[in-house]
């Protein structure tokens, strides 16, 4: 069975930085697109960055949430088969539980990964993040 297992969650003040990893199983990071959605009380889960991770073209393309462009970074480790975000400057309204997605289409047609929830296949547990 495919499993992704998030980590690196936990409290920080505003203005730390986190390290999130997505270490998974039964399924590589080398295809798709991957990404990190996030999910705070009372809202929808969104897409916080996506990443295409198999190779041509897209190779690398990534996307970002205005409200994290600068701050937050989405990287993959081959050899780990691990995705990762990393974390700056964080504020308290980034206080969410921060989930792992996996095996979602890259757009043509607008040059960047899926969004949706709906679009992944494989989903990690969740990991919390608190700004306080």
């Known amino acids: 069975d495919v499993q992704l297992v998030e980590s690196g969650g936990g409290l920080v003040q505003p203005g730390g930085s986190l390290r999130l990893s997505c270490a998974a199983s039964?399924?590589?990071?080398?295809?798709?697109?991957a990404g990190w959605f996030r999910q705070a009380p009372g809202k929808e889960r969104e897409a916080v960055a996506t990443?295409?991770?198999?190779?041509?073209?897209?190779?690398?393309?990534?996307y970002y949430d205005d409200s994290v462009k600068g701050r937050f970074t989405i990287s993959q480790d081959n050899a780990k088969n691990t995705l990762y975000l990393q974390m700056n400057s964080l504020k308290p309204e980034d206080t969410a539980i921060y989930y792992c997605?996996?095996?979602?289409?890259?757009?043509?047609?607008?040059?960047?990964?899926?969004?949706?929830?709906?679009?992944?296949?494989?989903w990690g547990q969740g990991t919390q993040v608190t700004v306080s």
């Open positions: 997605a996996a095996d979602a289409p890259f757009s043509l047609s607008y040059d960047t990964c899926a969004r949706s929830t709906a679009d992944y296949a494989y």
């Open positions: 039964a399924i590589t990071f080398t295809s798709n697109c």
């Open positions: 990443m295409f991770t198999g190779i041509g073209a897209a190779a690398g393309s990534t």
